[in-house]
């Protein structure tokens, strides 16, 4: 699945210095080489005089008129108490006089962290954790694969040969994975124009034509709406992502999520806390953001949301932030004056930042199935949207509604929550998803 959030060019992007040689760490190795008050070693030349002191009291000692004179010699003597320079000895320890010169750091290697990994050991635990996600993308899909692909291979094993019957049986299945009638209408044309051409002779080709038909209609909805966020300058900042949708559907949730992702991938969030409608929104919002340490601007209930939304684009511009993540009120689609609301608020994020809101996505939950796929019907109408987040993935085995979305709406679907875990929100990727519907 690659990276999950990614706006800046690749070379910009990830800062690991992967092909510069660390050479601040081969600095004090020059600096060692340069510290000749290590050989102070000279300085026990004062030592010297010592030879003199002791002749003078041996001289003392044995003549037996210098018994007196010994009030006077204890002045010299206690002069070389300048032997504590010999003390210090251990001070330089020649250890340090001599120290092994420190290796320069291989070009190829990363200090990221404090750690140094190598680029293989990067690129093998990014592999490892779109690995990760992928087998959670298939774990998550499995109640619609079992009502899909396993009531295919059911009907399959019962019949020899492609006839209307069969035809029949394949337009039930997938209505009730919720691909929709017109959508399930479309593939069953393509289906028997390819019976009529001799290109679908058996169950496998009917099979792998179902696939290849489902999977071009998610890629043609990529057309349209917002498929990447590369799509917008990096010199346009910040990046203005406004979610919308009705409540229940896991709209607070989603922000959370994308909060987390985004800011894992070295960006700095702000979340704007637009939804001043419903009491308990901004507490919500609040949770997930000190969750996920992301900051959060709000105001009391009641509040104008588009002078919420003014006061983050300023505050997300003071901080130089990458990306504002804008929730709003859960407007129910048949609230007229809730959605001008909306339009307000793109218009005033429109004033503050070029081409602002950059994303408007619609959370819709994949339970709801064709009842969600007419709410973001009305939303298209109003709000905007440019592409949608599809949640509860896995608490349903009606996943196509993921098809009839792409195929009526021409948007694509950004991301699909499969879990509820703070990492449990996925890019969608429309090969991934048809192959996990086939067990592939």
């Given at each position: 699945?690659?990276?999950?959030?990614?706006?800046?060019?690749?070379?910009?992007?990830?800062?690991?210095?992967?092909?510069?040689?660390?050479?601040?760490?081969?600095?004090?190795?020059?600096?060692?080489?340069?510290?000749?008050?290590?050989?102070?070693?000279?300085?026990?030349?004062?030592?010297?005089?010592?030879?003199?002191?002791?002749?003078?009291?041996?001289?003392?000692?044995?003549?037996?008129?210098?018994?007196?004179?010994?009030?006077?010699?204890?002045?010299?003597?206690?002069?070389?108490?300048?032997?504590?320079?010999?003390?210090?000895?251990?001070?330089?320890?020649?250890?340090?006089?001599?120290?092994?010169?420190?290796?320069?750091?291989?070009?190829?290697?990363?200090?990221?962290?404090?750690?140094?990994?190598?680029?293989?050991?990067?690129?093998?635990?990014?592999?490892?954790?779109?690995?990760?996600?992928?087998?959670?993308?298939?774990?998550?899909?499995?109640?619609?694969?079992?009502?899909?692909?396993?009531?295919?291979?059911?009907?399959?094993?019962?019949?020899?040969?492609?006839?209307?019957?069969?035809?029949?049986?394949?337009?039930?299945?997938?209505?009730?994975?919720?691909?929709?009638?017109?959508?399930?209408?479309?593939?069953?044309?393509?289906?028997?124009?390819?019976?009529?051409?001799?290109?679908?002779?058996?169950?496998?080709?009917?099979?792998?034509?179902?696939?290849?038909?489902?999977?071009?209609?998610?890629?043609?909805?990529?057309?349209?709406?917002?498929?990447?966020?590369?799509?917008?300058?990096?010199?346009?900042?910040?990046?203005?992502?406004?979610?919308v949708g009705v409540n229940g559907v896991g709209k607070t949730t989603t922000i959370g999520k994308l909060a987390q992702r985004?800011?894992?991938?070295?960006?700095?969030?702000?979340?704007?806390?637009?939804?001043?409608?419903?009491?308990?929104?901004?507490?919500?919002?609040?949770?997930?953001?000190?969750?996920?340490?992301?900051?959060?601007?709000?105001?009391?209930?009641?509040?104008?949301?588009?002078?919420?939304?003014?006061?983050?684009?300023?505050?997300?511009?003071?901080?130089?932030?990458?990306?504002?993540?804008?929730?709003?009120?859960?407007?129910?689609?048949?609230?007229?004056?809730?959605?001008?609301?909306?339009?307000?608020?793109?218009?005033?994020?429109?004033?503050?930042?070029?081409?602002?809101?950059?994303?408007?996505?619609?959370?819709?939950?994949?339970?709801?199935?064709?009842?969600?796929?007419?709410?973001?019907?009305?939303?298209?109408?109003?709000?905007?949207?440019?592409?949608?987040?599809l949640t509860k993935l896995d608490g349903t085995a009606k996943g196509g509604i993921a098809v009839a979305i792409a195929r009526?709406?021409?948007?694509?679907?950004?991301?699909?929550?499969?879990?509820?875990?703070?990492?449990?929100?996925?890019?969608?990727?429309?090969?991934?998803?048809?192959?996990?519907?086939?067990?592939?």
């Amino acid at each position: 699945m690659g990276l999950f959030w990614r706006r800046k060019k690749e070379d910009q992007f990830v800062s690991l210095r992967l092909n510069e040689p660390a050479v601040k760490e081969e600095t004090p190795v020059k600096e060692a080489a340069l510290q000749p008050p290590v050989a102070e070693a000279p300085r026990a030349e004062p030592a010297k005089p010592q030879p003199d002191t002791a002749r003078a009291q041996a001289e003392a000692s044995a003549s037996p008129q210098t018994l007196e004179p010994p009030a006077v010699t204890p002045s010299p003597v206690t002069l070389p108490v300048s032997p504590p320079p010999v003390t210090p000895r251990p001070e330089p320890p020649v250890k340090q006089a001599t120290p092994p010169p420190v290796p320069s750091r291989s070009p190829f290697r990363s200090s990221v962290l404090g750690l140094d990994r190598s680029i293989e050991e990067l690129q093998a635990e990014e592999a490892a954790l779109e690995q990760e996600f992928s087998t959670r993308f298939r774990r998550a899909v499995a109640a619609t694969r079992e009502s899909l692909s396993e009531k295919l291979d059911t009907v399959f094993a019962s019949r020899k040969q492609i006839d209307d019957e069969l035809l029949d049986e394949l337009e039930e299945i997938l209505i009730a994975a919720d691909i929709g009638v017109s959508t399930t209408l479309e593939i069953l044309e393509t289906v028997r124009r390819g019976i009529a051409r001799k290109q679908i002779n058996d169950l496998d080709a009917l099979k792998q034509a179902i696939k290849d038909e489902l999977l071009n209609i998610l890629q043609a909805s990529e057309r349209q709406g917002v498929a990447s966020e590369t799509s917008v300058p990096e010199t346009v900042a910040p990046y203005v992502m406004m979610i919308v949708g009705v409540n229940g559907v896991g709209k607070t949730t989603t922000i959370g999520k994308l909060a987390q992702r985004i800011k894992a991938e070295g960006n700095d969030v702000l979340i704007c806390a637009a939804d001043t409608f419903r009491a308990a929104a901004s507490d919500q919002l609040a949770i997930w953001a000190e969750r996920t340490g992301v900051p959060l601007i709000q105001q009391k209930q009641g509040t104008d949301p588009a002078a919420v939304l003014f006061d983050s684009l300023k505050a997300a511009k003071a901080r130089g932030s990458d990306v504002l993540i804008v929730d709003t009120a859960g407007r129910l689609h048949t609230k007229s004056n809730l959605m001008s609301e909306l339009e307000k608020m793109k218009r005033v994020a429109g004033r503050e930042v070029e081409g602002a809101p950059h994303e408007t996505l619609l959370v819709v939950d994949a339970v709801t199935g064709q009842n969600g796929l007419e709410q973001a019907r009305q939303f298209l109408k109003v709000a905007g949207v440019t592409g949608i987040v599809l949640t509860k993935l896995d608490g349903t085995a009606k996943g196509g509604i993921a098809v009839a979305i792409a195929r009526e709406l021409n948007l694509p679907i950004r991301y699909a929550g499969i879990g509820e875990k703070v990492d449990d929100l996925v890019v969608f990727d429309p090969h991934q998803y048809v192959n996990s519907l086939f067990g592939n």
